[in-house]
């Protein structure tokens, strides 16, 4: 059974930083592509970042040059690095792992994110 562990929110400044990070349960990780997602309320799940296997990652236009996805496969632990933190980031973030050819995709719990003064 795949659980993935989110932390490493809270409540931070504007212009702030956090790091959310995602611990995974199963050896799969290392063979998985890893994103992150948010939800902000009211609004629909938006995907972040993501990172693939061979660790090329990808970013949603309105956190470039902030955000930073990294993983590291012998803690089978993906990071966001979070910087320069506006109250638009406000969300609750999801960890999400998968392998497509598989059929396979797994979701953590979430962490809240809030940015205000």
């Known amino acids: 059974q795949v659980q993935l562990v989110e932390s490493g929110g809270g409540l931070v400044q504007p212009g702030g930083s956090l790091r959310p990070s995602c611990a995974a349960s199963?050896?799969?990780?290392?063979?998985?592509?890893m994103s992150w997602y948010r939800q902000a309320p009211g609004n629909g799940r938006e995907l972040v970042a993501s990172?693939?296997?061979?660790?090329?990652?990808s970013y949603v236009d309105s956190v470039k040059g902030r955000f930073t996805i990294s993983r590291d496969n012998t803690k089978r632990t993906v990071y966001l690095q979070m910087n320069s933190l506006k109250p638009e980031d406000t969300a609750v973030y999801y960890c999400?792992?998968?392998?497509?050819?598989?059929?396979?995709?797994?979701w953590g719990q979430g962490t809240q994110v809030t940015v205000s003064s």
């Open positions: 999400n792992q998968r392998r497509p050819y598989y059929n396979q995709n797994y």
């Open positions: 990172i693939g296997v061979g660790g090329s990652s």
């Open positions: 199963t050896n799969i990780f290392s063979s998985s592509a």
